[in-house]
């Protein structure tokens, strides 16, 4: 091994992880909120494969976030709640699926709450490597987001394309905040 190549300093690693992580989950977000905005006034075999898929996409992001995060020293305690409140939420849009848009949007809302919360928390304690403060906005518009479905779950027109505008909001946060965790590296 040549002593004279520096090896890459942890933040750098996690922070092009963390980048390569967020611009999947753009994709993903994209592409996921078109797929359910299709069916979003029905509640059919897709709508609910599609409702349960999110939340363990989400599961999936946590993992690979904390390896990251635990390899250079990062803050795991709140991906590993997120963990934990994302597979509760699909087991909870399994049961919700059956009984109609009303109970998935109340699932869908406590978990936007609840995940919003974390995801502040986990940007605030990162903002110092660069690039989390969409995610920082990101978590509190969710927390709002969640209280919106929540309350829309007892309007006789409830529908899922509120779900798929989140989603894809979502999504395009990740994405500026890729963007931004890339100017901060090549600054860096």
Not at 104 to 118: E, K, M, P
């Amino acid at each position: 091994m040549d002593s004279s190549v520096a090896a890459p300093a942890p933040a750098a690693s996690t922070s092009a992880a963390l980048r390569r992580l967020y611009f999947l989950r753009f994709a993903f977000a994209a592409v996921w909120a078109a797929l359910l905005f299709t069916s979003a006034r029905t509640l059919d075999t897709l709508g609910a494969t599609l409702l349960v898929i999110y939340p363990l996409f989400d599961v999936a992001c946590a993992v690979a976030d904390v390896r990251s995060a635990r390899a250079n020293r990062g803050p795991v305690r709140g991906l590993h709640a997120n963990i934990v409140l994302s597979t509760l939420t699909a087991a909870g849009l399994v049961a919700a699926s059956s009984s109609g848009i009303p109970a998935v949007l109340r699932v869908w809302g406590a978990w936007a709450i609840t995940a919003g919360l974390v995801q502040l928390v986990v940007g605030v304690l990162r903002r110092g490597m660069g690039g989390q403060w969409p995610m920082i906005v990101s978590g509190a518009v969710s927390t709002l987001a969640g209280a919106s479905f929540v309350a829309q779950a007892d309007k006789d027109d409830a529908s899922l394309g509120a779900l798929a505008g989140y989603a894809f909001l979502g999504g395009v946060f990740f994405l500026v905040s890729a963007l931004r965790l890339g100017r901060a590296g090549r600054t860096a």
